[in-house]
């Protein structure tokens, strides 16, 4: 059975950096193309970053520069290192399997002073 387990969340202050994680197992990880999204109360879940097979990578507007998202085949595990952290990326953030369309449990981030 398909199954991610996140991990990274938690209180950050303002221009710090926090790393996710997020271990895929029940699917063939190297072959599915992952990401992240991110929902902040009273909003829309909003892609945040995506990684394909072959590594290409897509990032909201919102987050380029600042984020980048990384896989480890070996490792089944999807990242997203996080630096430069504004009061704004506060939200909980989802792992996702395109294929599958599976979400992961969700991780809290919260950047405030």
């Known amino acids: 059975q398909l199954q991610l387990v996140e991990s990274g969340g938690g209180l950050v202050q303002p221009g710090g950096s926090l790393r996710l994680s997020c271990v895929a197992s029940?699917?063939?990880?190297?072959?599915?193309?992952m990401g992240w999204y991110r929902q902040a109360p009273g909003k829309q879940r909003e892609l945040v970053a995506k990684?394909?097979?072959?590594?290409?990578?897509n990032y909201a507007d919102s987050v380029k520069g600042r984020f980048t998202i990384s896989r480890d085949n070996a490792k089944n595990t999807v990242y997203l290192q996080m630096n430069s952290l504004k009061p704004e990326d506060t939200a909980v953030y989802y792992c996702y399997v395109w294929f599958t369309k599976y979400w992961g449990q969700g991780t809290q981030v919260t950047v405030s002073s």
């Open positions: 029940g699917i063939t990880f190297s072959i599915n193309t």
């Open positions: 990684i394909a097979p072959g590594g290409s990578t």
